[in-house]
């Protein structure tokens, strides 16, 4: 039987090759940056037991990376959303993209979480 060149197969193999922001790099908490002004280079989406996130990493820290939190990620998932429609990926999307993490809060429900602010204007 001939080989079949299957024009998915660099998707197929993205999705089981794991997060290229990762290699070389060092773990981070984003709750470590509390109060300080990061901007991202790129991000990698990422699917787990609890959904959606990414993987960022920032300029001038480009020896670690973090893991989005639920703002961030609905943040960078707004923002693909627009670069898509522009016929951008998530590079574009991102890159340039600053943001603070503020400190912890707490809902009336009793559930804790850092809130994120994006910067426009920076």
Known sequence: MAKRKNKYAAVAAKAVNGCPLMDGRNK????????????????????????????????????????????????????????????????????????VVDGLKKTNNGRKFRPVRILEDN
């Open 28 to 99: 981070s908490n984003l709750a470590d940056y509390e109060g300080t002004e990061l901007t991202i280079e790129d991000a990698y989406k990422m699917t787990g037991d609890d959904g959606t996130y990414y993987c960022i990493i920032c300029e001038d820290m480009l020896e670690e990376y973090f893991f989005t939190s639920s703002q961030l990620t609905n943040a960078i998932a707004a923002a693909e959303s627009a670069a898509a429609e522009d016929g951008e990926d998530l590079t574009a999307a991102v890159a340039g993209l600053t943001f």
